[in-house]
């Protein structure tokens, strides 16, 4: 079975159906992160695609097996990997900006399922901190002002003491200072 890329249109049509398999009276809330939260709130272009909607925090935490064995349903259903919505992203909780909940964006609610991205600062400060090819390219795209790269700095060089490996800040940090401009 072919396996499709996720537009900002499907990643809502697929979210709707993940919604709308849950069952019981608990409302979940998650926080995507990486491209798919770019595409859900509009930072990043139509025309830039992901393979996965990478989910960083489930409320309930409990939530995240109900959520994710109706996206597995929804995955075949829909012609997407079934690991189309994962919570892989968990492992790096510690690359998540602090005050993030003040800035997270509402994308929906569907049915029992209510759906926020991180901001557009809180994006562009994980990209900087990942910096792989793609993220490198998003950021492009972003077209960060200096204030965002600033604040994309104190945070990566924040992470020092935390499980952030210092080769990832060091190397975060060097990108970030060839992207600072100086007067």
Same mark, same amino acid.
């Given at each position: 079975?072919?396996?499709?890329?996720?537009?900002?249109?499907?990643?809502?049509?697929?979210?709707?159906?993940?919604?709308?398999?849950?069952?019981?009276?608990?409302?979940?809330?998650?926080?995507?992160?990486?491209?798919?939260?770019?595409?859900?709130?509009?930072?990043?272009?139509?025309?830039?695609?992901?393979?996965?909607?990478?989910?960083?925090?489930?409320?309930?935490?409990?939530?995240?097996?109900?959520?994710?064995? /109706?996206?597995?349903? #929804?995955?075949?259903?829909? &012609?997407?990997? $079934?690991?189309?919505?994962?919570?892989?992203?968990? +492992?790096? !909780?510690?690359?998540?900006?602090?005050?993030?909940?003040?800035?997270?964006?509402?994308?929906?609610?569907?049915?029992?399922?209510?759906?926020?991205?991180?901001?557009?600062?809180?994006?562009?400060?994980?990209?900087?901190?990942?910096?792989?090819?793609?993220?490198?390219?998003?950021?492009?795209?972003?077209?960060?002002?200096?204030?965002?790269?600033?604040? /994309?700095?104190?945070? #990566?060089?924040?992470?020092? &003491?935390?499980? $952030?490996?210092?080769?990832?800040?060091?190397?975060? +940090?060097? !990108?970030?200072?060839?992207?600072?401009?100086?007067?």
């Amino acid at each position: 079975m072919m396996k499709f890329a996720l537009s900002s249109v499907l990643l809502r049509t697929a979210l709707a159906r993940v919604g709308a398999l849950l069952t019981g009276d608990n409302d979940i809330e998650i926080l995507v992160v990486g491209g798919a939260a770019g595409l859900l709130t509009g930072v990043l272009p139509p025309s830039r695609t992901t393979m996965d909607c990478d989910v960083m925090v489930y409320l309930p935490a409990n939530a995240w097996h109900a959520v994710e064995e /109706a996206s597995h349903r #929804v995955g075949r259903e829909l &012609g997407l990997s $079934t690991s189309w919505l994962n919570g892989v992203a968990q +492992l790096r !909780i510690d690359s998540l900006p602090e005050r993030w909940q003040e800035r997270r964006v509402h994308v929906g609610d569907f049915d029992s399922l209510r759906v926020y991205a991180i901001s557009r600062l809180d994006l562009i400060a994980m990209k900087f901190l990942a910096h792989r090819a793609q993220d490198l390219e998003d950021l492009q795209s972003l077209r960060a002002i200096q204030a965002e790269i600033q604040f /994309a700095r104190v945070f #990566v060089n924040g992470l020092r &003491g935390s499980r $952030t490996p210092r080769q990832e800040i060091d190397e975060a +940090l060097e !990108i970030l200072d060839e992207w600072m401009v100086t007067p």
